[in-house]
């Protein structure tokens, strides 16, 4: 599993709620680290896992997936939950253990070039990356302390509390990625619930 030494890990937010997976798109790079967590710690189940997913998926995910090629936001759900199917018992532990390896993997490759010296600059220039990462909806953020700051996802036309639960690992690896030791992400307003946005409190020392 990812190693976390430094890292105090958030709780999982409730995976319960409606979701809406049609209208939108992501990157090929959230598929392809999605895709890579199974290969470093599954080797030789990819093919195995490509089966629980319609067959036009699972064709066009077993080829070329290019990291800033478009493909819909409902690929990637249904990727995700076919990962915590196979692998975590249908628990909904793996989602932000998969957003945090994407962290990993995309903020030392393709998107490094958003990566500032704090985590504060990092949120507050995070509007560009988040429209590299998604094509629907808007984030901004807000510094609450020295040592904290809130993400808040607004107007979505399609979510997901898988997609929330692997945003949570996602800001944690961010964090850390930012010379923090110790990071703790809660959400504590969800779409997938009915509130106006998802909102992400984000600490860390």
């Not at 999605?34 to 077993?62: N, T």
């Not at 692998?87 to 990993?104: D, N, Q, V």
């Not at 590299?132 to 993400?151: A, H, L, P």
Request: hydrophobic fraction near 35%.
């Amino acid at each position: 599993m990812i190693e976390q030494k430094a890292a105090s890990l958030s709780p999982r937010p409730s995976l319960a709620g409606r979701e809406v997976l049609a209208g939108g798109r992501v990157k090929g790079g959230m598929l392809r680290s999605h895709l890579a967590w199974v290969r470093e710690f599954h080797p030789g189940q990819i093919d195995q896992l490509l089966k629980k997913l319609p067959p036009d998926v699972a064709k066009d995910l077993s080829g070329v997936l290019l990291a800033t090629t478009w493909y819909p936001f409902e690929w990637l759900i249904k990727l995700d939950r076919a990962i915590d199917e196979m692998f975590g018992g249908a628990r909904g532990e793996l989602f932000a253990e998969l957003g945090r390896y994407s962290a990993k993997q995309n903020l030392s490759t393709t998107y490094r070039g958003f990566n500032r010296e704090n985590n504060h600059e990092f949120f507050l220039n995070s509007a560009p990356l988040h429209s590299q990462f998604q094509d629907f909806g808007t984030v901004k953020y807000e510094k609450t302390g020295d040592n904290s700051g809130r993400m808040i996802h607004s107007d979505y036309r399609c979510f997901s509390p898988a997609y929330c639960a692997s945003a949570i690992g996602y800001y944690e690896q961010s964090i850390l990625l930012h010379n923090a030791k110790h990071a703790s992400v809660r959400e504590t307003s969800c779409q997938c619930t009915g509130a106006p946005s998802c909102t992400f409190e984000m600490e860390w020392s």
